[in-house]
């Protein structure tokens, strides 16, 4: 049995709808995995650095405020600032086709839009953490 | 197949069992008061509909104020007939435009307000002594107001004149929205100086909006969506006959604003359940006297989070059937949601189609003719009661904990919403809930036409801020602010300082940073 993953469920930006945040985070548990949720209003910074303290694999960002372009760069800034590009990135939220293929352009491992199975976030995060 | 059918649950969408028939056992006293009759089950008035429809009133607000100012112009044009602003998460989170955390949410969610300049830029042209309009800020309502009030004033209209509804709902951005800045208890003082202030000086204006939409959305059942409103509700009566206010002085200005979801029958028993539980508490918990005090009268909204980001023109059939319910269950106003709801703010064709949509139930279908049509039918009375008793249920158990605040310290609403809507996402991946187009009847979607909000409205209003505070008088500024900040130490009602210090065009942000440093900022302890 490998050691469950460890994932970051994170709200950036000022959005607090955490409905989807709060379900993923409660999905991934029951599918094994550690969670941390870091509550609303995460600045860029707070995040890497608590994906750093808690030596997470993956990082969740949940966004449905539209900010997606100014934030979301900005963590995956910080990580390669870090040395921490082997984190995965992954996004939830409403996030339009032509930017989701813009985050993805920038290291973003994948961008689930509204309507996505709990299932299928699930498998990605097993299979790339455990691809890599 | 027999057996196959008898095992089946059914259920709504809230998980409550569905019996295979209903009749008239458990119902004694089928025929409930008329409406206009407390305890107003029915509807509040006698006609309904008949005297005057309900206001259709379509949320909107993107960018920056003189954008919105002109879809607020092409809505009056089409027929709407009231307004209500949609501000953008800084404004509703207390921040100017050119705060640090403000960037790149600027105009996204809506209208981008910092002083009261925008606000004046925003109404431009609207003559506030006609149109009635309402206002979704929370935190920083008593600010946002204070500018709409101020703007009245320039236009010379009297603020008895002034009609319109303020969201102002603390509570349920605890429990369900979280764009909370201040603490609980410092909030519900800004919330009870609003309620007084408009029992003396705006008796048209609904200084809150009792809201149950968030609730919904943030994934409660209907029986919770009811009953934390409700006990929210009795928690602002309670402040306010605290401060030493009598009942019937404030009571009648509550408005409150239920979901309209898809679980058609159970919609429609959630308002009239409401109506009937909120006449009975003013009444006997709170003892008014005034028949207006008893009324529950309410705005509101079809449901958000039912729209599918797939095959989205399904949106408007699912619109339409959550609007029906809306006015079957006698709403007093009504927002339709556009079909691209999922994926952006509306575009103009989408809000059309929304408005439209409203015009046909009102105008072509006949459902308005009479009040509560389904009145009477075995199966809305048994739903109607029960779930007047699980609220009731939910009643108890806060009133146990020492009331709502209590309730939402232990992060009792919170845990509840967090839980069904857990389950409803579980029941979705199980298919035991079809989703059309999402988990069911799936097929390749079309892209549809979306509105785009860029920076440039972001860049526009800070320049527009930096201005301004180049131009004002500083030293009013600072003025009015110490005055203000020497008031939230105490304990007199702020609104009169607040509009000084608006009218000296204070920002936005600094007058919540004079609160901020006051009372202080929330921060809650999230659970999974």
């Known amino acids: 049995m490998p050691p469950p993953i460890r994932v970051l469920v994170a709200k950036p930006g000022l959005d607090g709808h955490d409905r989807g945040a709060k379900v993923i985070a409660r999905a991934l548990r029951d599918a094994g995995m550690e969670v941390i949720y ?18 997470v694999q993956v990082i969740g960002l949940s966004i449905l405020s539209g900010a997606h372009n100014a934030i979301v760069p900005r963590v995956m800034d910080l990580l390669r600032e870090r040395d921490m590009l082997d984190v995965k990135v992954i996004v939830g939220g409403i996030v339009p086709d032509d930017d989701a293929a813009a985050l993805k352009r920038q290291g973003v491992a994948a961008v689930f839009q509204p309507g996505a199975s709990l299932d299928a976030i699930v498998e990605f995060i097993r299979g790339s953490v455990y691809r890599a | 197949m027999d057996m196959a059918v008898a095992e089946k649950q059914y259920t709504t969408i809230s998980g409550v069992p569905i019996e295979p028939l209903y009749g008239p056992e458990r119902l004694p006293d089928l025929a409930a008061p008329a409406p206009g009759e407390f305890p107003y089950t029915r509807g509040i008035h006698e006609t309904m509909y008949r005297g005057r429809l309900w ?11 003189e954008e919105t100012n002109r879809r607020y112009h092409y809505l009056l044009q089409q027929g709407q007939t009231g307004l209500s602003v949609a501000f953008d998460l800084p404004t509703l989170m207390g921040y100017d435009a050119d705060h640090g955390l403000a960037e790149g949410e600027v105009g996204k969610c809506g209208a981008s307000i910092s002083s009261l300049e925008d606000m004046e830029i925003l109404f431009g042209g609207i003559p506030l002594g006609e149109v009635t309009v309402s206002m ?3 935190s920083p309502a008593a600010v946002l107001w204070a500018m709409y009030l101020a703007v009245a004033e320039q236009q010379g209209v009297d603020w008895k004149a002034v009609s319109g509804t303020l969201q102002n709902d603390i509570l349920k951005e605890y429990i369900a929205q979280k764009e909370y800045i201040f603490p609980p208890r410092p909030s519900m003082r800004l919330v009870t100086d609003t309620i007084e202030f408009g029992a003396r000086h705006t008796p048209r204006f609904n200084p809150i909006s009792i809201s149950g939409y968030h609730i919904r959305e943030a994934g409660s059942t209907a ?34 604003f239920f979901n309209a979801h898809s679980d058609f029958f159970e919609e429609i028993a959630k308002y009239r359940a409401a109506r009937k539980l909120w006449a009975y508490a003013m009444r006997d918990r709170f003892g008014a006297k005034e028949e207006r005090s008893l009324k529950l009268r309410f705005h509101s909204q079809t449901a958000g989070c039912s729209l599918t980001w797939q095959q989205p023109y399904n949106n408007v059939v699912r619109t339409a059937i959550q609007a029906l319910a809306a006015v079957l269950g006698g709403t007093q106003s009504l927002h339709t949601n556009s079909l691209d709801e999922a994926y952006a703010l509306p575009s103009e064709q989408a809000v059309t189609i929304a408005l439209r949509t409203q015009q046909i139930l009102g105008y072509e279908s006949g459902v308005a003719n009479t009040p509560d049509p389904l009145g009477g039918s075995y199966f809305v009375e048994r739903l109607t ?14 009133d146990e904990m020492g009331g709502m605040i209590a309730a939402i310290e232990k992060g009792f609403p919170q845990g509840e919403i967090a839980n069904a809507s857990y389950v409803y996402q579980r029941a979705v991946e199980a298919k ?33 801020l930096a201005a301004l505070r180049a131009r004002r008088d500083n030293g009013r500024v600072r003025k009015t602010l110490d005055a203000l900040r020497r008031t939230a130490e105490g304990t007199e009602n702020t609104m009169p300082f607040i509009l000084d210090a608006v009218r000296a065009y204070a920002t936005l942000g600094e007058i919540c ?11 809650e302890t999230a659970h999974i």
């Open chain 1, 38 to 55: 870091t509550g609303l209003r995460q600045t860029p910074e707070m995040i890497v650095n608590a994906a750093l303290q808690e030596d």
């Open chain 2, 55 to 65: 206001t259709m009133r379509q949320f909107s607000g993107f960018a920056t104020p």
């Open chain 2, 136 to 138: 979704t800020i929370n």
């Open chain 2, 223 to 256: 029986v919770q969506e009811l009953a934390f409103t409700l006990r929210d509700g009795m928690e602002y009566v309670e402040w306010a006959l605290e401060r030493g206010m009598h009942v019937d002085e404030f009571a009648p200005r509550l408005s409150f």
């Open chain 2, 385 to 398: 009661r029960d779930m007047e008793e699980a609220a009731g249920d939910y009643f108890r158990r806060i």
């Open chain 2, 432 to 464: 035991e809930k079809l989703v059309v187009g999402v988990n069911a009847f799936q097929s390749e979607d079309q892209p549809i036409e979306l509105l785009q909000i860029d920076q440039t409205a972001e860049t526009h209003q800070v320049k527009k």
């Open chain 2, 513 to 523: 940073d004079a609160f901020r440093g006051v009372f202080g900022s929330y921060q």
